[in-house]
């Protein structure tokens, strides 16, 4: 069994320079990948995209989606992977690309997988890693930074070739990065309102909670269910602020 390339994109957040998201359809169109993203490039010049694409993965860059917001981009997808070359605290256990694609063996056959690179300049924030379910880095000796389409090219070149007949693992449709985001925000709010994580800055708060389900992979109808316990919450703690308001006072 094989990573099923018909379910892998590149997603390519704030692209500088046109020349690198030819570049990137290039290496995407050599290893299997159809599907290019590009979202809200500083520019989109076709003819100079085309150019560094040449002929033969015009295909690509016609079908090629763009967006405004990353959010937009991601929703459809039940597997992000993010690229970086910094490693943290707030950023989780990193794979190296061979280990990753392994991994992406089983996912790949049931999911929709985004694999995701930040801008030329400074890679991708906390903020965009948010929405990742894993995180990998190329290896390099001293120099760690590489131009985006080298990077798209060694990480989707480990991904054609990872294979392992002997595998049995399955892993079935995951929840949609949309529909992920909604749960998220149900539990914000929920959270919030319990006091159990700061009202005043919860997205800090929430880090943990991300990397928390991301980790698991949750199903669509699991997402539900969270979501469903969260409205019966706001619907108790409602219930109970109404009561508390309506009691007749103790005095007198």
């Not at 990948?33 to 085309?50: A, F, G, Q, Y």
């Not at 894993?134 to 991904?159: G, K, R, W």
Request: hydrophobic letters at 40%; glycine letters at 6%; proline letters at 4%.
């Amino acid at each position: 069994m094989k990573v099923n390339l018909e379910n892998v994109a590149v997603v390519l957040h704030e692209p500088h320079f046109p020349e690198n998201i030819g570049a990137a359809a290039r290496a995407a169109k050599n290893m299997g990948v159809k599907r290019l993203i590009v979202v809200n490039p500083r520019d989109c010049d076709l003819t100079r995209i085309l150019k560094m694409a040449t002929h033969t993965a015009e295909d690509v860059v016609a079908e090629m989606e763009v967006y405004d917001e990353l959010e937009d981009a991601l929703a459809p997808f039940s597997h992000i992977v993010g690229t970086t070359a910094r490693t943290g605290s707030h950023r989780q256990t990193v794979r190296s690309p061979r280990r990753l694609a392994e991994d992406l063996i089983p996912i790949t056959q049931e999911n929709l997988t985004a694999i995701l690179f930040g801008t030329e300049t400074r890679g991708l924030t906390n903020g965009e890693l948010k929405y990742c379910h894993s995180l990998v880095t190329i290896p390099t000796a001293d120099f760690s930074s590489l131009n985006l389409a080298q990077a798209v090219m060694i990480m989707l070149y480990e991904i054609f070739l990872a294979g392992n007949a002997e595998s049995k693992a399955f892993v079935p449709r995951l929840a949609t990065a949309r529909e992920m985001e909604g749960m998220y925000g149900n539990l914000r709010d929920t959270l919030s309102r319990i006091n159990f994580i700061n009202p005043e800055n919860p997205e800090y708060w929430m880090v943990g909670v991300r990397r928390f389900f991301n980790r698991i992979g949750l199903r669509a109808r699991e997402v539900k269910i969270i979501r469903g316990i969260c409205r019966q919450v706001d619907w108790y703690c409602r219930q109970k602020a109404d009561s508390e308001r309506t009691a007749p006072s103790k005095e007198g």
